[in-house]
């Protein structure tokens, strides 16, 4: 067996496949640099008791199925993959999504290339307001921890403050000199940092629409940004300045530059320098995770910013991640896969695909503690349920 792990993918529509006595629909699995394995499954009506079966080649083993999930062991790595069928599929856009965020309350905003900014109910599907005053496309939109402002911010350097109830835009944050990449609220809200293009990342005074101070300055074009809580703690004078004593700030850069600092100190924990474009970055159980455009996760410690662990699955280039409880993460890629990775060694040989697109990339990733929420090129947002897929991580 060998130790590399595939990526094993599915016909984008296998759930309506399956209930179908005599459907047939594609399976493949790819390791990295080596041609596509192509397989299929077929159903056929199982003689003793009239029900449908679910056959696989001898590349794989039949493990389980429900109506939104089908659990297939790939035989020749011993990868057991679980692929979860969205249980709603919403068209809120027309275009392309950029960014998808949903509140506790059921608020979902997103954003998409036609320089629309919506909220929504994510159980209905129903747009209950459209946000305007962006100049172009919002690259990340997202909940204050209310769940009732929403932040946004774009192509025309600006970020914006919007309360999810009325849709007034009280604030607008400008001082960029290019556009803005991404955004993290630090506790509350009172302060938020801003990533941008122009190679700063700013710290703001939401209440006072001014901003604080540059955090990074000239280190290139800055694609993404992730907040934590450290043990190192300072006491900040500015009164203006709330909750950033403990907070470190970590950056993924174009030219493959990871940079982490703590924003109370105003001081840089460490650099580190990747081979390609970081293009996304979260915090799992106390490391850095970045996704780049290579396709490589890498693993990082949140101390000197040395190596752990990387995966190197697939060269699909890493568009959005997000963290989930007991130390998993999704990872969406520009070729429309959402896997779900463990970082426990017991669950290193399980990957949860989320499906759905066909091909479309996945732009960004939301949860709110009970729901996924997925952004696509396709221009869909769709949900799944996040017990179907912690379940396949029980017991293992």
């Not at 309360?163 to 009172?190: F, Q």
């Not at 800055?222 to 009164?239: A, F, G, K, Q, R």
């Not at 939301?366 to 396949?392: E, M, P």
Request: with cysteine; glycine share 8%; net charge neutral.
């Amino acid at each position: 067996m060998s130790n590399k792990l595939p990526v094993v993918t599915i016909q984008c529509d296998w759930n309506d496949v399956i209930r179908m006595p005599k459907g047939e629909a594609w399976i493949s699995a790819k390791y990295l640099n080596e041609n596509s394995i192509h397989d299929k499954l077929t159903t056929s009506i199982n003689a003793s008791d009239g029900k449908i079966k679910i056959n696989f080649s001898s590349n794989y083993q039949y493990v389980s199925h429900s109506n939104l999930s089908l659990v297939v062991k790939h035989v020749g790595s011993n990868l057991k993959v679980a692929f979860v069928a969205p249980t709603k599929v919403y068209k809120v856009h027309t275009k392309a999504v950029l960014s998808v965020d949903t509140a506790e309350n059921a608020l979902a905003v997103s954003s998409c290339e036609q320089d629309k900014l919506l909220v929504w109910d994510s159980r209905t599907g129903e747009v209950v307001l459209d946000l305007k005053g962006h100049g172009g496309p919002v690259y990340k939109c997202r909940f204050f921890p209310s769940g009732i402002v929403v932040l946004s911010a774009g192509a025309d350097g600006s970020c914006r403050i919007w309360s999810a109830e009325t849709g007034i835009n009280p604030v607008t944050l400008k001082g960029h000199k290019m556009s803005v990449a991404d955004v993290t609220i630090i506790d509350r809200g009172r302060n938020i940092v801003s990533v941008s293009k122009d190679g700063s990342a700013k710290l703001w005074d939401v209440g006072e629409s001014n901003c604080l101070d540059n955090i990074l300055e000239g280190y290139g074009p800055i694609n993404c940004c992730t907040l934590t809580t450290t043990n190192d703690e300072v006491t900040v004078e500015n009164e203006r300045e709330v909750g950033t004593g403990n907070k470190l700030l970590v950056v993924g850069c174009e030219n493959g530059l990871v940079i982490c600092a703590h924003i109370g100190k105003r001081e840089e924990i460490f650099n580190k320098q990747l081979e390609t474009p970081c293009n996304a970055c979260i915090f799992v159980n106390n490391a850095v995770i970045v996704g780049c455009s290579d396709g490589q996760i890498i693993q990082l410690n949140l101390q000197n910013g040395s190596l752990i662990k990387k995966w190197t699955e697939s060269a699909s280039p890493v568009l959005s991640m997000k963290e989930l409880p007991n130390q998993m993460f999704a990872v969406g890629r520009q070729d429309g896969t959402c896997t779900i990775f463990s970082l426990l060694e017991a669950h290193s040989r399980i990957r949860v695909q989320l499906t759905g697109p066909d091909c479309d990339g996945i732009r960004d990733i939301a949860f709110n503690g009970k729901w996924i929420l997925t952004g696509s090129r396709d221009s869909n947002v769709r949900k799944y349920d996040f017990n179907q897929v912690i379940v396949h991580y029980k017991g293992s």
